[in-house]
């Protein structure tokens, strides 16, 4: 018996969410969001990661070690800490790491063995079609195994649907079992031991299970596992490894920026100690496998004195991986970007936001505009490579406060941006000053006194046009990390940016001329030629 199969991200093909948003009209706002993501080549939209995946591999072997570029890519570390916590209470498991590609062999786990549960990771979903998706796959080979859909993806429509919606909403999906928390490991471990003795779930809290028709929610008692006693053991999934994989030293984070729900989603603010993140760091190194990890802790270099720690902890086991995490530039001096690439920092995310004092007020982003010059300074000059991420037309901002973070940008020059429109999510702190900025509206449709999401939406496209110091990075499976995926690929810097810079040349053509059914020879040219 298995107790748990995991199985990780179900990545939608971007054609159907290209068609399922045009179906809004080519004019509204979802659909502007994702028009600068992909181009049109072969009577296709294609993401800038699938444009890479067809002209890399026109005269390449796709068992290269590495493959086709992919959310798969990089191992989820959803599934290593919950593998993990199980394996330490002597529980078994297995993974798919990725369900488009490991169809094969998830047909063969369900079909060939008794399982208990069958553990569906939902870190990244945004809406429940890829988990029904999985579900009305895994019902066709095995209709015994319990399956458990936990735990972010539920949390967050328990925390923003009514119940009428939410019962809906489960009967839609189907799964027998719904984890509501931020982490749900302890409550997993619960629901495998309650299914093998037959020990009834009503007691157990976190949970949704069905009943006749309908299902039926426990209380909810917050988990409160402690990440410095479940770091990951790496060395239990060293047959699975790729080059690359994600790791965290922290949970939440201890700030709260007016636009985040992460604070109040993920919980409770806790770090690990330094000699713990030593210990799985060498299970990394032990592993053989890995060059490059993301550190996915939002807030990496908080407190400075520990993050000093860390970075000095690295070089003295002088770990042959190199490295990337999110930085909160304000924060560091020139000791810590020495000590970042010297313990082999690639890379840096910047959660800049906007080039404007007040805006950043309004955010309670505590952070000033010249630290931020200062901080991006010095990772050009140690040439360390920085993305920015822009939020375009958050509550105060006006055309002249948007120019600013354009003239920011051009003058501070970091490698990568990215802007994105302000996304009103009414569970984040902002909604208590919705009076005093007068906003109406939530997602992508809003408006408040001094901007409305059509005007921010075109900003956004502005952006393309008017900035030249900085490269735009494309969404959708592209972004922040896929830079590391290319260099570790062996293409040079310069190679990377020539081919974003054309696959982007490619969007402002559509933009200019929506009419146009496919980019020009010109620009598929130049992108082939980057990556020759
Ligand atoms: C790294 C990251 C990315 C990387 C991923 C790279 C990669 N291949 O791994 C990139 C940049 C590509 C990315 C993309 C996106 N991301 Co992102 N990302 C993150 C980030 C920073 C870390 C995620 C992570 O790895 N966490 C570490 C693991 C260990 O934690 P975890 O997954 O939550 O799992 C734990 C528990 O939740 C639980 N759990 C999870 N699943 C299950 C299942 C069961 C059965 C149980 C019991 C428990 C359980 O167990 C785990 C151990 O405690 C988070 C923010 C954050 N700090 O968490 C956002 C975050 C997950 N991303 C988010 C979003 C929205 C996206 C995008 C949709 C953005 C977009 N518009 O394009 C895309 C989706 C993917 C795509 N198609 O491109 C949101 C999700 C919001 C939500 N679900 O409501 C987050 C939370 C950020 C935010 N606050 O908005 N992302
Ligand atoms: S934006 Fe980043 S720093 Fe601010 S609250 Fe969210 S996770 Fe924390």
Known sequence: MIDCVFIGYNDMPFAIVEKTMGAKGKDSIDYKNLNINFINYKGLPLTASEVFNTFYYENRDMNDGIGPMNFDNIFSPAIAYLGTYLDRRKLSFEFINFFQDEKE??????????????????????????????????????????????????????????????????????????????????????????????????????????LGDKYVKTPVLEEDNKLEENTVNWKLFKDSLGSFTAARTAISCPFSCMFCGLPKQAGKYQTISVEAIEREFNTIEE???????????????????????????????????????????????????????????????????????????????????????????????????????????????????????????????????????????????????????????????????????????????????????????????????????????GIALDNIKKFIMSFNQGVKQKLINPGIPEISSEIVESMRKALA
């Open 105 to 210: 062999r998830l047909i063969s786990l369900l079909e060939e063995n008794q399982i208990a549960t069958i553990g569906i990771i939902t870190t990244f979903y945004v809406s429940a079609f890829p988990i029904i998706d999985i579900i009305g796959f895994i019902r066709r080979h095995n209709t015994d195994a319990k399956i458990v859909v936990g735990a972010p993806y539920v949390a967050s429509q328990f925390r923003s649907l009514d119940e009428e919606s939410q019962q809906k909403l489960l009967k839609t999906i189907g799964a027998d079992f719904y984890v509501n928390s931020a982490q749900g490991e302890a409550t997993l471990v619960r629901i495998i031991d309650s299914i093998k003795n037959n020990i009834p779930v009503s007691d157990i809290n976190n949970i949704a299970y069905r």
């Open 287 to 489: 592993t053989g496998k890995i060059k490059y990890i993301n550190i996915v802790d939002d807030t990496f270099n908080i407190p400075l004195d520990r993050f000093k720690d860390i970075l000095r902890m690295m070089i003295r086991n002088k770990y042959s991986f190199k490295w990337t995490s999110n930085l909160r530039c304000q924060f560091v001096d020139e000791e810590t970007i020495q000590l970042m690439k010297e313990a082999a920092c690639e890379g840096v995310f910047l959660g800049i936001e906007s080039g404007n004092q007040q805006i950043l007020q309004n955010m309670s982003k505590f952070a000033s505009i010249d630290k931020y010059r200062t901080g991006l300074s010095l990772l050009n000059k140690y040439g360390i490579i920085s993305f920015a991420s822009i939020i375009v037309g958050f509550p105060g901002e006006t055309y002249d406060t948007f120019m600013d973070t354009v003239n920011f940008i051009e003058e501070c020059q970091p490698t990568f941006y990215n802007a994105k429109i302000w996304y009103y999510d009414i569970n984040t702190p902002i909604t208590g000053q919705k009076e005093k900025y007068d906003i109406k509206g939530s997602g992508l449709q809003w408006s408040h006194s001094t901007m409305d999401s059509e005007t921010a939406i075109n900003l956004v496209h502005e952006m393309l046009f008017k900035i030249q110091n900085s490269i735009f990075g494309p969404q959708y499976n592209f972004e922040f990390v896929a830079i590391f995926n290319l260099l570790h690929r």
